[in-house]
């Protein structure tokens, strides 16, 4: 849920884009008098495409998917990844330039963390990780399709509102597994919610969740629109690996909340 602090390194990057500036009439002489034949740009100066956020998206996922095996044998690392992928998570979101090395760590750290929480539904609800990895996957390529067709695009001021209501359910999500974890489990608005109902026989916990998964789909949008912006704007080609960070935060993000809401559903 790091997206709005994760666009302030993409607003670097397009700042520090290569986009043409108007030549004068030297330079347009000196371009003419150039040889025809230019060495190719170093690595660094590339700008950035689509593949070099995919292949980034699939180091970041094959490092997560690893972290994963590790903590679904060893549930009990859960917890200490979940602080370890926050707090690496809140310091990739706020560097102004991306760090291939912390964006790596926190997938794999963000693996672990998974991978336990998976391990403990699964055993609890047997089947529910499948169901919840189809779902996610299902719901990423709706949502892509929608993009790539132009069916769904955001304006200035819904991704604003978009914005705002993931800040605010980030800070409830904090809250909250903040006061779970010092009390023991016993003060969990969740636990609270799921059975306290609302809208006739609909628990306000599955609609708390339902309103997650709309979000992070919608996230997901905004993630498509932030690398088009990129690739339009020919930011740098390590700009892509800030790209690959927002997607897995919100692949994760709507996974969990996925989970959570089949787990609702299995209760009964």
């Known amino acids: 849920m790091a997206n ?11 700042k520090a ?9 030297e330079e347009l002489n000196s371009m003419y008098m150039a040889p025809s034949a230019q060495p190719q740009r170093p690595v660094d100066e590339r700008v950035m495409t689509y593949d070099d956020v995919l292949v980034k998206t699939g180091i970041c ?15 009990m690392l859960a917890l200490p990844a979940a602080l370890a992928g926050l707090v690496l998570g809140l310091v990739n979101a706020f560097k102004r ?8 760590t926190y997938a794999g750290v963000e693996g672990i963390f998974l991978g ?3 391990g403990i539904f699964n055993t609890v609800y047997d089947g529910i990780v499948v169901q919840a990895v189809l779902a996610t996957l299902s719901v990423f ?12 695009r955001m304006s200035g001021g819904f991704m604003k509102f978009l914005m705002l209501a993931v800040g605010g359910y980030a800070i409830f999500s904090l809250v909250n597994f903040g006061f779970a974890m010092f009390s023991g489990g016993a003060m969990n608005a969740r636990s609270i919610m799921i059975n306290l109902p609302i809208l006739g026989e609909m628990p306000l916990g599955v609609v708390i969740s339902a309103v997650a998964v709309i979000l992070a789909s919608l996230t997901l949008v ?7 912006q990129g690739v339009k704007h020919r930011i740098p080609e390590k700009y892509s690996w800030t790209c ?15 989970l959570r809401l089949l787990s609702y559903f299995r209760q009964n």
């Open 4 to 14: 709005p602090l994760v666009r302030r390194g993409l607003e670097q990057g397009i």
């Open 17 to 25: 884009g290569n986009q043409p500036a108007t030549p004068s009439a």
């Open 61 to 75: 996922f094959a490092v997560l998917l690893a972290g994963a095996v590790i903590g679904w044998f060893v549930p």
């Open 97 to 104: 330039e991306p760090s291939k090395a912390l964006i790596l």
């Open 116 to 118: 336990g929480i998976s």
């Open 141 to 152: 390529a709706l949502m892509f399709a929608l993009f790539r067709f132009r069916v769904i």
């Open 222 to 228: 905004a993630d498509f629109q932030m690398i088009e």
């Open 244 to 258: 690959a960070f927002s997607l897995m935060v919100t692949l994760i993000w709507l996974y969990i909340e996925i």
